[in-house]
């Protein structure tokens, strides 16, 4: 069993940033891939970064590289996501995501199976 717990969320101007954590507790942390994922009102969930299980691969979707960097920190539970030039569009809930299976990178949400409870990340234009 993994519990996630997401912080770092709030309101930004566009063209700033913000950096997200998700601490975990629980079982074989060190040993899985992580993910963040985004919902926007009205939405799908959408993929947005993954980090295998010791940092050593990571992916991005389209419409965030460049711009986001997704870390984790296996000493400490904890998993980020650096979002720097913010857009409007950026605007969601943002969910950390732990494989339940596997070390490798996933952009499926159906291959995680721990879920944060989500935190909100706002940009005004």
């Known amino acids: 069993q993994v519990t996630l717990v997401e912080s770092g969320g709030g309101l930004v101007q566009a063209g700033g940033s913000l950096k997200l954590s998700c601490a975990a507790s629980?079982?074989?942390?060190?040993?899985?891939?992580m993910g963040w994922f985004r919902q926007a009102p009205g939405k799908e969930r959408e993929f947005v970064a993954g980090?295998?299980?010791?940092?050593?691969?990571?992916s991005y979707a389209d419409s965030v590289k460049g711009r986001f960097t997704i870390s984790r920190d296996n000493a400490k539970n904890t998993v980020y996501l650096q979002m720097d030039s913010l857009k409007p569009e950026d605007t969601a809930d943002y969910y950390c995501?732990?494989?339940?299976?596997?070390?490798?990178?996933?952009?499926?949400?159906?291959?995680?199976?721990?879920w944060g409870q989500g935190t909100q990340v706002t940009v005004s234009s």
């Open positions: 629980g079982r074989s942390f060190s040993t899985r891939a």
């Open positions: 995501a732990a494989r339940r299976y596997g070390t490798s990178i996933s952009d499926t949400p159906e291959t995680y199976g721990y």
């Open positions: 980090i295998s299980w010791n940092g050593g691969s990571t």
